[in-house]
C-alpha cells in the first residue's frame, strides 16, 4: 500500500496563483418581521386551542399545565417568526388569552355533546350563547389562574425564542 504523497517540484512553478479562500456564505436573514410573528402566532393559537379544548373535553377537566403549553407554543411561534420587536411579547400574552377561553368553550362543547349526543361542531356554532353562559357558571380562581400562567408563558416564550 502507498501512501498519497504531493507530486515533486513546485506546484506554482508554471505561474498558476493559489485558490482563494471560497466566499463566505450570505447572513441569515433577519427575523424581524412583526406581521409575520402575528400571524404566526395566530396561527400557533388557533390551533392549541383545539387541541385545549379537545383535552379539556377528552378527560372532563381542564389542565394548568396545558395552559402553560398553550401559552409556550404561541410565544415560540411569534418569536421564532418575528425576532425581538417588543410587540411580539404581549401580542401573543393576549392571543393566549383568547385561545385558552377560545379552548375551555370548545372543551365545554365537546362535554355538552357527548351528554346529548350530538355533534360538538353544531353545539358551538348554534348554541354559542349557551355555551359561553355555561362557562361564565363554570369559571372559578383556577380558570383565572390558567389565564395568568398561559399569559405569562407566551410573554416568556416569546422573549427567550427571539434571543
Not at 83 to 89: C, D, E, K, T
Given at each position: 500500500?502507498?501512501?498519497?504523497?504531493p507530486?515533486?517540484?513546485?506546484?506554482?512553478?508554471?505561474?498558476?496563483?493559489?485558490q482563494?479562500?471560497?466566499?463566505?456564505p450570505?447572513?441569515a436573514?433577519?427575523r424581524?418581521?412583526?406581521?409575520?410573528?402575528?400571524?404566526?402566532?395566530?396561527?400557533?393559537a388557533l390551533?392549541?386551542?383545539?387541541?385545549?379544548?379537545a383535552?379539556?373535553?377528552?378527560?372532563?377537566?381542564?389542565?394548568g399545565?396545558?395552559a402553560?403549553?398553550v401559552?409556550?407554543?404561541v410565544?415560540l411561534?411569534?418569536?421564532k417568526?418575528g425576532?425581538?420587536?417588543?410587540?411580539?411579547?404581549?401580542?401573543?400574552a393576549?392571543l393566549?388569552?383568547g385561545a385558552i377561553?377560545?379552548?375551555?368553550?370548545?372543551?365545554?362543547?365537546?362535554?355538552?355533546?357527548?351528554?346529548l349526543?350530538?355533534?360538538?361542531?353544531?353545539?358551538?356554532?348554534?348554541?354559542?350563547?349557551?355555551?359561553?353562559?355555561?362557562?361564565?357558571?363554570?369559571?372559578?380562581?383556577?380558570?383565572?389562574?390558567?389565564f395568568?400562567?398561559g399569559a405569562?408563558?407566551?410573554?416568556?416564550?416569546?422573549?427567550?425564542?427571539?434571543?
Open positions: 500500500m502507498s501512501q498519497p504523497v507530486p515533486p517540484g513546485n506546484p506554482f512553478a508554471d505561474g498558476a496563483a493559489p482563494p479562500y471560497p466566499v463566505a450570505p447572513p436573514p433577519a424581524d418581521n412583526v406581521a409575520l410573528g402575528l400571524v404566526a402566532a395566530l396561527v400557533a390551533v392549541t386551542a383545539g387541541v385545549y379544548g383535552l379539556i373535553g377528552g378527560i372532563e377537566r381542564e389542565i399545565w396545558a402553560v403549553g401559552g409556550f407554543l410565544g411561534a411569534a418569536g417568526v425576532g425581538r420587536n417588543p410587540v411580539l411579547p404581549v401580542a401573543s393576549v393566549t388569552l377561553y377560545l379552548g375551555q368553550l370548545v372543551g365545554i362543547a365537546i362535554l355538552v355533546a357527548k351528554q349526543d350530538a355533534s360538538a361542531l353544531d353545539l358551538f356554532l348554534e348554541e354559542f350563547g349557551l355555551i359561553t353562559d355555561a362557562w361564565s357558571e363554570n369559571k372559578d380562581a383556577l380558570t383565572f389562574l390558567f395568568g400562567l405569562f408563558a407566551a410573554f416568556s416564550g416569546a422573549r427567550k425564542a427571539s434571543a
